[in-house]
């Protein structure tokens, strides 16, 4: 089969799930298009930040005049760490109305005082920080007995629904696992029981010898287009050695970690000349108490964008009734992310 030319289906051994693609469609869909950059001129602090140094936030709490990073707990926090009053299940109708009580907590991250900066555009020693505040709070949240799993993530652009530009990302933490991680963990833990090895580590290793969908890579971490990518830029980041989270790493691993989200950022910043919108999310071994050997660290990032600074992919009709489906194929747009300079494209402006 070439899956260049025939609308195929390919397997995502992560998530068990399968997407349809139809690559007869779109060849090059950026091919002739300029784009003319999309320079948001923030200021370095705003006063009506909510995240900016010295501002107050809803309820009244101030902000400290913080110089890296600055964590609190959500003051809108989807889930609460109280124990709850009496029943903790309901289970009606034979079990066709259930429901389960939901503990953990919630908290926003600022990865730099600047309102005006993002990943891509911020030092390595400084994205550095931002990976030990993650690393401190997967291991802080994560010994609590009431919390089994830390999802550490970030939305970046109001067209993922991100209240504000200043650089931030969150912390949702709970005692139940959630399904996408779960369901990413058993696939690993079968694949590991039935081969001895990891099946995210296998998977590097191949397509570190393929190359096609390598986006980047350094000595420590390597970024990719998932050969079952869904998203038309998604991409994955994932450690040369096999590791379960964060808290695991060397300081040479923290640095190449660090230099390989910098690097990314830049990259989608300039494949449209814009500030790249996206959900990125940690996937790590659950704080179950438990040793977790078949797992690997992994970074999900999920954006929007297909054809311009403003074109996006639309999760709708068929893909919302059926399946997922894509045109322009991983291949592809790994290639196009690979050619793209590593010098963020203001810095070449100037
Ligand atoms: P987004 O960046 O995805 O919009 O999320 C920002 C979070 O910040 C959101 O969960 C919280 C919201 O509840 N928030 C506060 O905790 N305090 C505030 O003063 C405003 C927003
Ligand atoms: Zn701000």
């Known amino acids: 089969m070439n899956l260049n030319e025939n609308p195929h289906r ?19 869909p950026w091919d002739g298009q300029v784009e003319d950059p999309v320079i948001d001129d923030l200021p370095a602090h705003d ?16 902000n400290p005049d913080y110089k890296e990073t600055f964590i609190f707990d959500n003051d809108f926090a989807a889930l609460l760490p109280e124990q709850l009053k009496g029943d903790t299940e309901v289970n009606k109708a034979g079990g066709l109305v259930r429901a389960s009580a ?3 907590l919630c908290r926003v991250l600022c990865f730099s005082p600047r309102h005006d900066l993002t990943l891509a ?11 030990k505040m993650w690393t401190d709070q997967y291991e802080e949240i994560g010994s609590k007995d009431f919390i089994n799993h830390v999802q550490i993530f970030e939305n970046r652009g109001a067209m ?19 399904d996408l991680p779960a369901r990413e963990i058993n696939n690993q833990k079968a694949y590991f029981v039935k081969k001895g090895s990891q099946m995210l580590s296998d998977y590097l290793t191949f397509e570190l010898g ?70 990125m999310g940690i996937h790590q071994a659950p ?14 990032y999920f954006p929007p964008l297909l054809r311009s600074a403003t074109v996006k992919k639309f999760m709708v009709g068929y893909e919302l009734m059926a399946m997922a489906q894509r045109d322009i194929t991983s291949e592809l747009s790994a290639a196009r992310l690979r050619e793209l300079p590593e010098v963020h494209f203001r810095d070449r402006l100037k």
């Open 47 to 62: 006063s009506g930040c909510y995240l900016c140094p010295g501002n107050t936030r809803a309820g009244g709490h101030k």
């Open 102 to 104: 939901d503990r953990g």
């Open 287 to 300: 704080t179950d108490g438990e040793e977790h050997p078949e797992l690997t660290l992994h970074f999900h």
């Open 210 to 279: 393929e190359k096609e969908r390598i986006v980047y890579q350094n000595d420590h971490f390597a970024v990719l287009v998932p050969f079952w990518a869904l998203w038309p830029f998604e991409t994955m980041i994932l450690p040369k050695r096999n590791i379960s989270s964060l808290s695991e790493m060397t300081d040479h691993e923290c640095a190449s970690l660090a230099e390989a989200i910098r690097i990314l950022g830049i990259k989608y910043d300039n494949l449209f000349s814009t500030s790249f919108p996206y959900s």
């Open 160 to 178: 993922m629904g991100c209240s504000n530009p200043h650089p931030h990302g969150q912390i949702w933490a709970e005692e139940a696992i959630p």
């Open 10 to 28: 390919r397997y995502n051994p992560l998530s068990g799930e399968w997407v349809k693609v139809s690559p007869h469609r779109t060849k090059r």
């Open 121 to 131: 555009r911020m030092s390595c020693e400084e994205i550095q920080t931002v990976v």
